[in-house]
């Protein structure tokens, strides 16, 4: 018999308490927040689906091998539990481990990178993005065109367009500085790669003989959506289909926050003995000695058991189907959303929902003060706060979409604490043609997202 009901596959032994508040609070709260959701402070959020990174919950098993943590600087067990771990996992040599994933990306785009160099993505992730421009270099995203329409049902909307990938090569030629696919497209709406579309990436590079790298950080997720939706794939386990696209790329970078089900993490992974030596010389300068890089023993010890546990299938499973559930859900309210759901969030179209809303009032920043105000619900804008730029008239360009992402932590939240998710959008549905937009009074230069200043109108 198969239920109907997504039950969590396991049990809760410890609770953390959420504090309610009301609608009224919430207002105060988003008004000295001055109306970014990054500036609240967590004890006055119910429902946080700000972001998947670093936000798990730990298994037993991995707080039991906290406790064994050898805290030595130098080749620690846990340093070698951990690194024999992401071998395997990466069929790469060399590991160098950071303290999350923009360490990793600071170091090996920072070496890569500078002025005149191209960066080319499916989508570059804000870090990502941030990264390689900070170090004076260009970065380039190039989704399948299907993956621009949140409408479209395509089962593989993260994959990189092959094409423009092929042209891109042959125009900036010796000033790729790499090319990278983000597994699954985070900023693309949680999209999956399929094989094949790494497989193409991967023949283009080596013709070009340009670095191939793996952004890898929801790779168990994307391997799930291989396994049930691309040919030949369905007999390979998880890890088996994770290893297969591992061993497409010359090198990795993780932020152990998502799919390792850890609080604190990451890593970069190459096969160039070169490549490492230089980056591992960052590494030292910048985060610790090569066996530790910024981490605590018992932060190595939990990433090597979440990277094992991440790939049970009755894990996975649940994980996708729970997002799924919210999602399917939303969509039958009515809700505009990226169809189909991806792995770890469900990523709202804001520009649909709220088409009174231009983009230069930012529609998503609109969407998640509103899912604050009715149910303290925190999330987060993926649009033109996040990746609009301004022309040389100071006029904001926008993104290609207007998103708002609601990423479920892992392990977190249980079915009645989505189902309140659900009714809260309700409201916003209700409440929808009343809503107004933003302005930004005050911003940074880079990642402005997190710590940006609004002004309703």
């Not at 410890?14 to 009224?24: C, G, K, M, N, R």
Request: aromatic share 8%; glycine share 8%.
């Amino acid at each position: 018999m198969k239920h109907r009901t997504i039950i969590e596959p396991f049990r809760i032994k410890s609770v953390e308490p959420i504090a309610l508040s009301t609608e009224q609070e919430r207002t105060a709260h988003l008004e000295r927040a001055h109306f970014n959701p990054f500036l609240l402070p967590s004890r006055s959020v119910i429902i946080d689906l700000l972001t998947d990174s670093g936000t798990s919950a730990m298994s037993a098993r991995q707080w039991a091998g906290m406790m064994e943590g050898d805290e030595a600087y130098a080749g620690s067990v846990s340093w070698h539990r951990m690194e024999q771990e992401v071998q395997d996992l990466t069929g790469m040599q060399h590991v160098l481990p950071t303290h999350q994933g923009r360490a990793a990306e600071r170091i090996i785009y920072g070496h890569l990178g500078g002025p005149g160099k191209v960066f080319i993505s499916n989508t570059h992730f804000d870090t990502t993005r941030a990264n390689i421009e900070f170090s004076g270099a260009m970065a380039i995203d190039i989704p399948i065109a299907e993956g621009r329409d949140p409408a479209l049902e395509h089962p593989f909307k993260g994959n990189m367009d092959l094409q423009a990938l092929a042209l891109l090569l042959t125009e900036h030629k010796a000033n790729v500085g790499a090319v990278i696919l983000t597994v699954t497209n985070n900023s693309g709406g949680g999209q999956p790669v399929s094989m094949a579309n790494a497989a193409g990436v991967a023949r283009l590079c080596k013709e070009h003989g340009v670095l191939f790298l793996l952004d890898c950080c929801r790779v168990a997720e994307n391997s799930w959506f291989v396994k049930h939706r691309e040919e030949g794939m369905a007999t390979l386990s998880y890890r088996e289909i994770a290893q297969h696209m591992f061993a497409l790329a010359d090198g990795a970078v993780m932020s152990a926050k998502k799919d390792a089900l850890v609080n604190m993490g990451g890593f970069l992974a190459l096969r160039d003995s070169a490549l490492a030596e230089a980056c591992k010389n960052l590494l030292i300068i910048t985060e610790g000695f090569a066996t530790y890089g910024g981490l605590s023993g018992r932060d190595m010890e939990a990433i090597a058991i979440g990277l094992q546990e991440v790939f049970d299938p009755s894990y996975l499973d649940y994980r996708i189907r729970s997002t799924s559930y919210l999602g399917d859900a939303l969509h039958a309210m009515g809700v505009p959303l990226m169809r189909p759901i991806g792995g770890h969030a469900v990523y709202i179209d804001a520009k649909r929902l709220y088409p009174h809303i231009p983009p230069e009032e930012y529609p998503g920043q609109t969407l998640v003060c509103e899912l604050y105000r009715l149910g303290g619900i925190r999330s987060v804008e993926i649009g033109s706060v996040m990746f609009g730029k301004y022309d040389d008239a100071g006029s904001l360009v926008p993104a290609s979409m207007e998103l708002v992402r609601l990423a479920i932590p892992r392990r977190v939240y249980t079915q009645s604490h989505i189902e309140y998710v659900i009714e809260t959008f309700e409201e916003v549905l209700r409440t929808r043609h009343e809503a107004r937009g933003f302005r930004i009074v005050k911003e940074p230069r880079f990642l402005r997202h997190f710590t940006a200043h609004f002004e309703q109108l």
